[in-house]
């Protein structure tokens, strides 16, 4: 289904077709006509299912036909508010609509300019919970005009324990408004607070935890030592790959990565929370205009960044979550494209890629490593027993002491 028959306004239509969006995706042909009839909404789709476009769209045209209104866009990382602030500002581009990013992390040199925007009342916030916080309690911001609230993958909130942040900055929206949540996943509590913020909802479920049909999905079992030898000459052996994102879960790895890249002469940079906020847009700017072709990160470009025609995606390690691999390699084959992900695992990550294989209804094809690496590990999916600590004594988590039987 094209925009232009989801009814959309013609300033709306030429910015869209203008940054080449023309089809709609199936969350977007559900969602849209859902939200313009003011339909509360809660949807469920994984990551590259276009959701983002899903809500700002609607959001547009709506407050383009009462500009009285506001909408407050509520998420969980600063990356994510600012991704979602471009594509704001980009559709927007022709209805003179505006948005402001509120998020920590920086400098401080925006925060006047953020007070009086919020103080005067802007179109569209877009915050994440801690920030927007602090500005109400300096009772720094105007929500009267406030009629559309969204909360953006509202499971990684709760995971990140800012359940009581949102239920306050609620508490002082008017009542009378529209609400939209979007998640990845459907746990338990985003039910819960489902039913306490929505009125007659819309649902949309799109398929979870399955990869999209373009990725190729393979696996290597390793130790820990052949990791870095094989990931260099898995990008040595794709020189026609020009954009690969590699994933780890600990900042540390990142730094070890970008070493042991450098160290064989292969130009990477690297996105964790060690880097000042302004860097960590500057590296992902780079990434997304193909100037560097390598990016190493942590799971917080898992989720909701939208970075277009990644080739291949590396796991250095399996992801403790199983949902986070599915969003982990959501990073490619976006948009009805392909892409490739490899996944490396080691003794202690069998039975955790075992559960993610079952998760996603797939056995994943498992490649050895090349003989020259010596000999790798046999592929048993076991759990592994955490280890007791040390003898003689002690206490453990539960007060219980240790060594007897439960």
């Known amino acids: ?18 940054m080449g969006f023309e089809q709609a995706t199936p969350i ?24 983002t476009g899903a809500f700002t769209i609607p959001l547009l045209q709506l407050l383009s036909e009462n500009r009285d209104r506001g909408a407050m866009i509520i ?29 920590g992390g920086g400098d401080g040199s925006n925060w006047d300019q953020q007070k009086k925007a919020l103080i005067s009342g802007v179109d569209i916030i877009v915050a994440t919970p801690g920030k927007l916080i602090s500005y109400l309690n300096l009772g720094h911001v105007k929500l009267e005009h406030i009629k559309y609230l969204i909360l953006d993958e509202a499971d990684r909130m709760m995971d990140m324990g800012f359940r009581d942040d949102i239920n306050k900055i609620i508490s002082h929206l008017p009542k009378e408004r529209q609400n939209l949540l979007f998640s990845a996943t459907m746990p338990p509590k985003i039910r819960e607070l489902s039913h306490r913020l929505l009125k007659d909802p819309f649902e949309i479920t799109l398929s979870i935890s399955k990869p999209a049909e373009g990725v190729l999905q393979a696996a290597y079992i390793c130790h820990d030592h052949q990791k870095t030898p094989l990931l260099t000459q898995l990008i040595a052996d794709k020189p026609n790959y020009k954009s690969i994102l590699i994933f780890s879960s600990t900042k540390k790895n990142v730094n070890t990565i970008l070493q042991s890249l450098r160290k064989h002469k292969i130009a990477a940079e690297g996105v964790s929370s060690d880097l000042e906020q302004q860097e ?57 494209t392909t892409g490739v992900a490899l996944t490396f695992i080691n003794e202690k990550d069998m039975f955790d890629f075992a559960q993610i294989e079952a998760l996603i209804e797939a056995t994943i094809t498992k490649i050895p490593v090349p003989p020259e690496m010596g000999e790798a590990p046999e592929w048993k999916p076991i ?14 988590m539960k007060g219980k002491p240790r060594g007897g039987k439960k």
């Open 280 to 336: 960590r847009e500057d590296v992902l700017g780079r990434f997304r205009s193909k100037q560097t072709r390598i990016l190493v990160a942590t799971d917080v470009l898992s989720r909701g960044i939208d970075i277009k025609d990644i080739n291949l995606v590396i796991n250095y390690d399996v992801p403790k979550n199983a949902e986070d691999y599915v969003h982990r390699v959501g990073r490619t084959a976006r948009a009805d």
């Open 1 to 18: 289904m094209t925009f232009e028959e989801l009814g959309l306004h013609d300033q709306l239509l030429e910015a869209l077709s203008y």
């Open 28 to 51: 977007q042909e559900q969602a849209i006509p859902a939200i313009l009839q003011g339909r509360d909404l809660i949807a469920c789709a994984q990551t590259g299912t276009g959701k």
């Open 383 to 396: 759990r592994q027993r955490r280890p007791m600590g040390p003898r003689g004594g002690g206490r453990n």
């Open 75 to 103: 998420v969980p990382t600063r990356e994510l508010a600012i991704q979602i602030d471009q594509q704001i500002e980009g559709f927007g581009y022709f209805l003179g609509i505006h948005s402001l990013p509120v998020y």
